[in-house]
């Protein structure tokens, strides 16, 4: 991607982070669905599951036109949280995925902050700036659901 002349390193990175940031959100997602306690939790899995085939259907769109492939697997860290999401015990997986989900929220808000900030290409900002909403209200659901699964 570096090579690119269409995108900056930064841009580069960016593409990068939110696709793999949306391939482990997804994973993730499918799981609370299938394994969440709650309403909330599975609330949540479901929307993951749902905005992210809407907002990668969008993102995917610029990448095809900057001759860019998306990430197709999570970065190791999020590999890690998957793992862990998945060895939650039943009476613990709602809050664990809410702490986890708060987790990455927050790191991919930055993502999408510096790209904002100091992104290069016009298509890949525009999308940030159009997405950042949804992250952040994203955060919010998932906070709640850590603050009523308190550890």
Same mark, same amino acid.
């Given at each position: 991607?570096a090579?690119?002349?269409?995108?900056s390193p930064?841009?580069?990175?960016?593409?990068?982070q939110?696709?793999?940031?949306?391939v482990?959100?997804?994973?993730m997602?499918q799981?609370?669905v299938?394994?969440?306690?709650?309403?909330?939790?599975?609330?949540?899995?479901q929307m993951?599951v749902a905005d992210?085939g809407?907002?990668?259907?969008?993102?995917?769109q610029i990448l095809q036109s900057?001759? !860019?492939?998306p *990430?197709t #697997?999570?970065r190791p860290?999020?590999l890690?949280?998957?793992?862990?999401?998945?060895?939650?015990p039943?009476n613990h997986?709602?809050?664990?995925y809410?702490r986890?989900?708060?987790e990455?929220?927050q790191?991919?808000?930055s993502?999408?902050e510096?790209?904002?900030?100091?992104?290069q290409?016009?298509?890949?900002k525009s999308?940030?700036?159009?997405?950042?909403?949804l992250?952040?209200e994203? !955060?919010?659901? *998932?906070? #709640?659901?850590?603050l009523?699964?308190?550890?």
């Amino acid at each position: 991607m570096a090579d690119n002349p269409l995108v900056s390193p930064q841009d580069a990175n960016f593409v990068h982070q939110a696709t793999s940031g949306a391939v482990a959100e997804v994973m993730m997602g499918q799981l609370a669905v299938e394994r969440a306690t709650g309403d909330a939790a599975r609330n949540l899995g479901q929307m993951m599951v749902a905005d992210h085939g809407r907002k990668d259907h969008e993102l995917d769109q610029i990448l095809q036109s900057l001759s !860019l492939q998306p *990430a197709t #697997k999570p970065r190791p860290e999020q590999l890690a949280q998957y793992q862990e999401l998945q060895n939650a015990p039943a009476n613990h997986f709602d809050g664990t995925y809410g702490r986890i989900f708060v987790e990455e929220h927050q790191w991919m808000i930055s993502v999408f902050e510096r790209e904002i900030a100091s992104g290069q290409n016009p298509a890949l900002k525009s999308f940030a700036a159009r997405t950042l909403p949804l992250v952040k209200e994203h !955060l919010a659901m *998932a906070e #709640k659901i850590v603050l009523a699964h308190p550890r």
